[in-house]
């Protein structure tokens, strides 16, 4: 059975020796030194390792059941959900207004990394609901606020967000769930909603589910959109639970993966539910939580990668198989260890160099969001809009390759379901579809985001890779090893970006044909600054003299290896990219 | 449901337009006109289409089970063996001394593809048999071939291959099953064997284990492995079936796929195995089966690859879904196809061209194959010996991303496995896996093949893709989409097994550090050589005005794909080569 340990060591030489948080200038960072960050992450690693992940194989083994419209999660399900709302885990970056801890961001995605790497399905009942809660605080009125969001934020009420219907899914203008006024100011919500995760469950009280209905002779298509709070139990005016909501699991789905989280169809029959926001703008406050949910999707991609590499690393270490080419390197074994023989080697570093940079990535889009939100910088949030595509799609479709790198090296022994290498596969590979297929991501990106006020976040980020290379240029090791290969990878996304600008003009379709390699070239370059500023660090930290040297000398052979093998991919991309819309768009739809 | 359409057309152009088989002067290929493959792959193809596909989802669902022993296969299993048995389907490509159909094995491949897509677990019964029919008549006593083959050949018993121990794959030198000398010149029989497909079911009357196994007192390692027959019922002489003999299952294994192939753990215990070939050259016989079943496993990922890619397409054209960005092109509809958008284009752009692809490479390399065997030419030997492991290592990585990227086709409905794109993937993932895994088919590749009788074949390749390139020059819009493209992709190739060359002299870690890197390289090569090839076909087609003109301007417009977007990898394959051993070995193996 798969195990986790929490890669605190790493999290920490990113918060405080990358991003140096404690001395940014960002309200609540000052707090956040390494005795309080390693306290927290102590703590939620131990949870993560010793309750979240024995769980993870009983929740894909049991899966969730549905009878007479009860769901029951998997045996322990319901036991560490207690613990984790007891240990006041699953308010930790909500207002303390609501009883939550009131951490930043930064620290939420820090512990929640831990969380989702332990068990990806059990983490996703209380990742909807904080999901909810934003999309209620941003957009409710204050009484739905002060009804809903104390009893969410504790999560002995959870959320779920009903977007999706069997037609529709990605088209939202499509929808026909119906939201009908009542004089009491309250709806009737009629329709069927597919694909709801933890739309019913066992764990809570209560269900708040979010959804997106049309209130007749509103406009057509997604201005004419709402959103609805439907609780599963109807809640008084003193907040005690009062009659059965008319909003019922119709069935379970059968999935590839996530079996310990139930996937819903959620039938509503004339349920009662509250208009959040206003009337027809409830896209908008739907996008509230659909970024909060893309950014915490990629986290997902990413901390399924780092878990299912270290077990495959463990398992490399362990199995004995093979003799080094180049001599003998257990004489006193039958065979030498997997990771003797190169190619393993190699798949390891792939593995280790993408899951340490995203790490990066996350943690330093997650402190964008915080100045973005509690500093009101604009340029944070506009960088983090542009790169909360890449977050999602880049970060999933590599988390996934990962998973299934590290599956490989188990053999045969990765195939059967006993050492969880496949569960590893299976779960990571929805994190690449829900929350707006990956295709959808790299569509927002070059279609949406790239030119947003002018183009100005993607220049801007370009001079952010400029000035890290011009500021640390005389840096000898630093520029050979990583500014150089930088640089050469930013100007490919430049020359894309380029490309875009003049093909898209004529032909939109020349820039969408390459908008999946723009999302990848994007996410290479800015692993590149990544893995750039963690040599930096690093090489600081050798010179010191007081931190880890062994550390220190690991990353930068981990980033040289990033900057050497992975990096170069961005002048395939723009190579794609660069040959437009013909060849992808040549043939006839019935050609195929 | 997923369906099957078998892809007649494109087998036919591949036989005929592009290898003209039936000028071919290889034995029999004579016979092999388009009247005679047609009738054949028409047949075949209803079965496939009619018979073999409707039973993979059933066979996924249901998969085997084991009481008492006796392990049953999914429904409809059995009539359908049944039926291909009947048909003669079975011993299509065997002798007709032991009652085959004796067809070359290009007929066997081209065949082969329908039923696989269609059915990869269901197939698996019948390709097993077959690899064991291979080494028994390549290596056995005609004693031995006499009793066991004919009853083989027609699949009344089937076979099985039982190399893998449970400390044990990869290094059979290290395997642990005993084989005892009796009196009566058979052995006994004694160990456990893992992951041995089809190694129990209710197909067939008998099944002939082929295992490893060591006698006592000889050398050690793979030195002293020899391999036996071990009938799970004893034959009398005359051929009837005796006692059962001690070889029974003792679990089958849990997998992420293929559920409809029963994979069991095979207990020996004292059984009487009959020796096949020489003691202790076991190994040997072993890799006759091995080759085979390498190809067989290419073919598999290929086919996969093809049944997800078609079901992926007709779902692109039904599936409404947002609107085109130039312009709505359904407009009498609420939404637009998905096929209309430029990023679900593109993926499907990438399957078909690799598809199509394989397709040729495959037929290629059964024609080599038959030139071999048939024709005793060692050159076509020695080069399919050296593209062996690209067929089984890269169009299964390749054909297992066509799955991945034809499940994220259908967004949400893609990870419910009532859709079937999640079979696909699942089944697919094994093909990377077992006939050795892909790390170690790169390996055999750069490690062996390579150098093989001084590099002779590789030369000879390239000598191949100049000759075709020199030829075809005056050619100019071939030569400038399809030749200066190949030209520079080879030159690649080339510079890479130049630095294998010098590099591994000095250190064999540099080669080995880029061998997966080379298989793909080599692989991209080979497709990019047959996209030329077909393209010259195409034009030809076009220019004899004779030919489906559309669908020889679908296949140039295909291949131009192929050539702008996918070969340019060759370069990033190559700069991964070029880095050498050092970043893939900086660290030591307790710092993953």
Redesign the interface.
């Known amino acids: 059975m798969p195990t986790y340990t929490p890669p605190l060591k790493d999290l920490e030489f990113v918060l405080h020796d990358v991003l140096k948080i404690s001395e940014s200038d960002i309200p609540g960072y000052a707090d956040l030194d390494a005795d309080f960050t390693g306290a927290i992450l102590d703590e939620a690693g131990k949870i993560a390792r010793d309750v979240l992940a024995p769980l993870n194989v009983v929740g894909d083994t049991q899966g969730c059941t549905l009878e007479n419209g009860v769901v029951r999660t998997p045996d322990g399900f319901k036991q560490a959900f207690d613990m984790m709302r007891d240990g006041g885990w699953t308010g930790l970056g909500a207002d303390p207004e609501y009883g939550g801890q009131g951490m930043p961001y930064l620290l939420h995605t820090a512990v929640g990394e831990l969380f989702v790497s332990a068990n990806l399905a059990f983490n996703m009942y209380q990742g909807l609901t904080m999901g909810a809660y934003e999309a209620i605080r941003a957009h409710a009125s204050d009484a739905l606020k002060d009804k809903f969001l104390p009893k969410m934020v504790s999560c002995e009420w959870t959320g779920t967000m009903n977007l999706?219907e069997p037609?529709?899914?990605?088209?939202l203008?499509?929808l026909r769930t119906k939201a009908e006024p009542q004089d009491d100011g309250s709806f009737k919500i009629t329709g069927t909603k597919?694909?709801i995760s933890a739309g019913e469950h066992d764990l809570s009280e209560n269900i708040i589910h979010l959804v997106l209905a049309k209130i007749p002779g509103g406009p057509e298509g997604v201005r004419g959109i709402s959103l609805f709070i439907v609780p599963k139990f109807i809640v008084n005016d003193d907040g005690s639970l009062g009659a059965r909501n008319g909003v019922a699991c119709g069935n379970l789905?059968?999935?590839?993966?996530i079996h310990g989280n139930s996937t819903c169809v959620m039938n509503f029959d004339g349920s009662t539910g509250y208009l959040v926001g206003e009337e027809h703008k409830g896209l908008r406050a739907m996008f509230t939580m659909m970024n909060a949910a893309r950014l915490g999707v990629g986290l997902q991609g990413h901390a399924q990668a780092s878990v299912a590499y270290q077990n495959a690393?463990e398992y490399?270490?362990e199995r004995?198989?093979?003799r080094a080419?180049?001599g003998t390197q257990n004489p006193d074994g039958?065979?030498d260890?997997l990771?003797?023989?190169?190619?393993?080697?190699?798949?390891?570093?792939d593995q280790?160099a993408f899951v340490e940079g995203a790490r990066a990535f996350l943690l330093w889009g997650a402190m964008l969001l915080d100045d973005g939100d509690l500093n009101g910088n604009k340029d944070s949030e506009g960088l983090l809009s542009l790169m909360t595509p890449v977050i999602k799609g880049f970060l999933t479709d590599k988390g996934?390759d990962c998973t299934?790198q590290a599956?490989?090296i188990y053999?045969?022994?990765?195939?059967?379901?006993?050492t969880g290498a496949?569960q590893f596969?299976?779960d990571a590979?929805?994190t690449?579809?829900?929350e707006g297929?990956?295709?959808v991501q790299?569509?927002d990106l070059v279609?949406r985001k790239l030119a947003l006020d002018g183009g100005k976040y993607v220049m801007a980020f370009f001079e952010m890779v400029k000035g890290f290379i011009k500021e640390n240029e005389n840096d000898a090791a630093l520029k050979a090893d990583f500014l150089d290969p930088l640089k050469a990878a930013s100007k490919d996304m430049q020359a894309a970006a380029m490309f875009f600008m003049q093909a898209g003009m004529k032909?939109?379709?020349a820039a969408?044909?390459g908008?999946?390699d723009f999302m990848h070239l994007f996410g290479h370059v800015v692993l590149g600054l990544m893995w750039a500023r963690m040599a930096k660090a690093a090489q600081a930290g050798i010179d010191s003299g007081v931190s880890d040297t062994?550390f220190c000398e690991?990353k930068l052979?981990?980033g040289?290896?990033y900057m050497?093998?992975l990096l170069?991919?961005t002048?395939?991309r723009l190579?794609?990219i660069n040959?437009g819309?013909e060849?992808?768009?040549?043939?006839a739809?019935?050609?195929?």
């Open positions: 999706t037609h529709c899914g990605t088209d203008g499509l597919i694909f789905e059968e999935k590839m993966g690393a490399a270490r004995l198989q093979g080419v180049t039958p065979a260890p990771i003797v023989h190169p190619d393993v080697r190699r798949t390891l570093m280790k996934f299934v599956q490989q053999g045969g022994h990765g195939y059967i379901e006993e496949s596969v299976r590979r929805i690449m579809i829900y297929a990956n295709g790299a569509l279609g032909d939109p379709n969408l044909a908008s999946s062994k690991n052979a981990t040289r290896y050497k093998r170069p991919e002048a395939l190579a794609r040959s819309a060849p992808v768009m040549g043939l739809a019935e050609d195929f």
